[in-house]
């Protein structure tokens, strides 16, 4: 069978893979240059070469049996000796008497497959009402004002997916005029958005995988992401009593609004661009590895698309991120600059812990277009000694501050021109906070608590004797940290680790000395009795136990019996006294701790213990 142009363009245009526009466009092209429409159809990036071939393979009616996959495949191309499955390159066959009769519609099939099936499958797989064409759906995700999402499971392809559908509204009887109209304004949106999103593939972007219907019912594949929202990562630091996640995680979040300007960036991109109109921390999915995705570009808009005669421009999107012109009405007003707008709002909630302006919805787009929002600084300056200590008031303004209020401006051309600006200026500030220089672009607190963090972690190579590592990292954010509070902390652990490391040298001596045999030596997940220990060097130990001998590095040694096995060998000299105690102050052995350092009153080391003892990190 020879696939006509016009065929294939009715069958694009009837799945909804193709606007009339591009299609017109397209179709001019043909005329004028004598390709085929297929060609034209890649070269302009109206759909991809799978999506052609996948048309021309529906049209053909080039669906067959594979015996050896067990599954029903598209046959995409001819092969010198004949038609092959595409995935195991074996022969296919029209039909399999007892399994197959005749495949004509692959839309309504549900492949019986002897792949593995993940247990939600199998038991969703029972229920006849979650069969779906070749879906299976396993459950409900989530519900908007006119959509409901499913996990499903893609038979054919074998993996999960986000299936998203009109969802229905209740009507009352004599309101079928109305219900008709509310359908065909939801199927449209629905095809508009599976429209705008199939030309994004983007690492940031969650992919929309198909498009169809079956029956009456229309629907959206897309990639699934197990994760959560933005706005749950919101709402749970807030009930944790943080302002916001980022004040938790400040290089995570600012990574994650970063990569989403990027994100959105490409879309704007396109010869005709795609705005979201609809970005917020609700449409912003984070996975398990802090890695997020844009979705549901279901008010998203491609600039330049013709509108009929007369058409009105609805007033559509979500009060607290809504740019001043999404409530003008006018289609021109729309472009770019209204998702920067809205960028600068979901960083400016991360930044206050609040939306720019809140209330009730029409409150809010009324203060959207006659107010100037509040700077973040002064939203936590009043908020005070309600919120959690580790980020109270900003004292100044800082450049996140900035960049918020310069995305919030309410004429479009004082705002950043591109959302790649947008994502560079928050590079400047991540890179700022990675090499230790965020004096100025985060609260006191913040830095404070980043600083601590790092201690803690030079603390833990301490405890497990890895002093190596712990003069490496001392250096290293010798380097990254140039103020002076933290090189005193620095040169405080730095000489703690010398101390250390000269008990430990000690230690090592005292072992190939006397090659003593302990009652007992506690390692993680075993306890090793009558232990004797053979030779000791910087970095381990080898012992005897029962009639086995094995290495065990220092590290494994939990610090508790590092400081039993220096006390079993008679090690009491001050200097001993006080590696002893720093080691137990790091690993929060307290009452050990105050023990050997209040033991120095009378030593030398006397203020060097104080201060350790007096220490808050």
């Known amino acids: 069978m020879t696939v006509d142009d016009a065929s294939l363009g009715r069958l694009l245009l009837e799945r909804g893979l193709l606007s009339r526009e591009e299609y017109e466009d397209a179709e001019r092209a043909r005329q004028a240059t004598g390709r085929p429409l297929s060609e034209i159809l890649v070269e302009k990036a109206y759909l991809s070469p799978v999506q052609v071939r996948d048309a021309v393979a529906a049209l053909e009616r080039r669906v067959r049996y594979c015996p050896r996959c067990s599954a029903p495949v598209y046959v995409t191309r001819l092969m010198p000796e004949g038609e092959r499955c595409p995935r195991c390159l074996g022969p296919v066959q029209w039909q399999e008497e007892g399994v197959v009769a005749q495949i004509q519609d692959l ?22 009402s979650r069969i779906f064409g070749k879906y299976i759906l396993v459950r409900e995700l989530g519900k908007g004002g006119a959509g409901v999402v499913q996990k499903a499971w893609d038979t054919m392809a074998g993996e999960y997916v986000a299936l998203k559908f009109i969802r229905e509204q209740p009507c009352a009887a004599d309101s079928g ?12 949106d629905l095809l508009q958005e599976a429209r705008a999103s199939l030309r994004l593939r983007h690492e940031h972007i ?11 019912q229309y629907y959206i594949a897309m990639e699934y992401v197990e994760g959560r929202t933005l706005a749950d990562h919101i709402r749970s630091a807030q009930e944790r009593g943080l302002i916001s996640p980022l004040y938790e995680n400040p290089t995570v979040y600012l990574a994650i609004l970063r990569d989403m300007a990027n994100a959105l960036h490409y879309a704007h991109s396109f010869p005709r661009p795609i705005v979201h109109c609809d970005f917020k921390p609700g449409n912003v999915l984070i ?56 960028l600068g709002a979901v960083l400016y909630e991360l930044v206050a812990g609040r939306p720019v302006f809140t ?29 959690h200590e580790s980020t109270k008031i900003l004292s100044k303004i800082t450049k996140l501050e900035e960049i918020c209020l310069r995305c919030l401006a309410k004429e479009p051309k004082n705002r950043y021109p591109s959302a790649r600006d947008v994502a560079a200026e928050l590079q400047n ?34 405890t497990q004797l890895r002093l190596e590592e712990a003069v490496e990292e001392a250096e290293r954010l010798g380097r990254k940290r140039d103020d002076v509070r933290m090189k005193l902390r ?13 008990m430990r040298a000690r230690l090592v001596q005292r072992i190939n000395e006397k090659r003593p045999t302990v009652p007992s030596l506690k390692l993680p997940g075993e306890t090793l009795e009558g232990v004797e220990l053979l030779k000791a060097t910087p970095r381990k130990v080898i012992l005897m136990a029962g009639e086995a001998s094995r290495e065990v590095a220092w590290s494994e040694i939990p610090p508790g019996q590092i400081v039993h096995l220096a006390e079993f060998l008679g090690m009491r000299d001050p200097e001993d006294r006080l590696a002893l105690g720093i080691l137990c102050h790091h690993s929060r052995l307290v009452d050990s701790a ?13 203020e060097v213990a104080r201060r350790i003892l007096e220490s808050t990190v």
């Open 206 to 216: 969650v992919a929309v995988r198909d498009i169809g219907r079956l029956g009456t």
């Open 429 to 462: 500030v991540l890179s700022a906070v990675e090499a230790g220089e965020d004096s100025k672009v985060l609260p006191a607190r913040i830095r404070e608590a980043q600083e601590r963090a790092e201690i803690r972690r030079l603390d833990e190579h301490i």
């Open 490 to 502: 620095l040169a405080d652990r730095q000489q703690q680790v010398a101390f250390v490391e000269q």
């Open 107 to 128: 839309d309504r099939i549900v492949q019986l497959t002897r792949d593995e099936l993940p247990p939600d499958v199998r038991a969703a797989r029972q229920d006849p």
């Open 177 to 188: 005029v109305a219900a008709r109209r509310l359908r065909q304004e939801q199927i449209v």
């Open 287 to 342: 996975d398990g590895n802090g890695k997020a995705y844009i979705m549901d570009f279901g008010l998203a808009r491609v600039l330049g698309s013709q509108r009929e005669e007369g058409e009105e421009e609805k007033i559509r999107g979500t009060p607290a991120y809504m740019a001043p012109e999404q409530l003008s009405g006018k289609p021109e007003d729309v472009g770019i600059w209204t998702d920067i707008y809205a």
């Open 594 to 606: 105050v023990r050997y350092l209040t033991s120095l009153e009378d030593t030398p080391y006397r």
């Open 359 to 387: 209330g009730e919805p029409l409150e809010i787009l009324l203060k959207a277009m006659r107010d100037t929002p509040e700077r973040p600084s002064d939203v936590m300056r009043r908020a005070g000694d309600r919120r």
